[in-house]
């Protein structure tokens, strides 16, 4: 059985992709939160069980997944770890290294660290499975099937997660901020706010999928979109000289470092 020790978004996206997909029945799945409303609702709603609290959760479970938000996983752990012996364990909190997850937990439990992001609310997450993991290989598996139902999946090395942390995990944030300055672009040029919305959002959607399905690089997609003396390279121009690169990449870069700091 897995235990969701959090189902606010992502504890939910996954419970629900897990779901949905078939992949687990609800009979397979346990919840606890603070939020015994939540608890409640997600439990009628998808006809999972829930636990009275956390360490009832994971005596009745084998897989153990952490989806609390970082500044209040050390309390959470220090609640279930005498009863983690033999259990398989997934934290999803950003900062949290394997190293400082084996500190606290201590031995005799199996550790996975995982870096999904809000995407996965929709089917279009993105997830990085931790390399440096105790889960036997089979188990490894089971978890790339279990996120593989919420978009990609990849197993990287924990020394790119820094990384992934600034380019998936943090990023749609980014996005969601270009989409709406762009919807304010348009609705100060006469359009809706609803129609400004959704074709700034379909356009970010569309231009993805071409980077996607294409395989092209981002520049080269990006020159045929510029004609000659045409106005989209006036809109590039415009960026360039704003500094729109060097912004997204000194934001990630400030993002790397504060998921660094978050490690100490």
Known sequence: ????????????????????????????????????ELVIQTSKSFGVS????????????????????????QGVIQEIREKCQGKKIIS??????????HASFGPGCQLLRVMPNTPALVGAGYAALCAETTLEPADLE???RL?????????????????VTAVTGSSPAYVFMFIEAMADAAVRLGMTRPMAIEAAAQAVFGSAKMVLDTHQ???????????????????????????FRSAVMEAMAACADKSQAMAK
């Open 1 to 36: 059985m897995l235990g969701f020790i959090g189902a606010g978004n992502m504890g939910g996206a996954i419970l629900k992709g897990a779901i949905n997909s078939g992949f687990l029945k609800p009979d397979e799945i346990m919840i606890s939160d603070l939020n015994k």
């Open 50 to 73: 829930a636990a009275e609290d956390n360490q009832t959760l994971v005596s009745a479970c084998d897989w153990i997944l952490l989806a609390v938000k970082p500044v209040y996983l």
């Open 92 to 101: 999803i909190a950003a900062g949290w290294t394997v190293e400082k997850l």
């Open 142 to 144: 089971w978890a790339k």
């Open 147 to 163: 996120f593989g139902t919420l978009g990609k999946v990849e197993v990287l090395p924990e020394r790119l997660f820094d990384a």
């Open 217 to 243: 690089h981002p520049a080269v997609l990006k020159d045929q979109v510029c004609s000659p003396a045409g106005t989209t390279i006036e809109a590039v121009q415009a960026l360039e000289k704003a500094g």
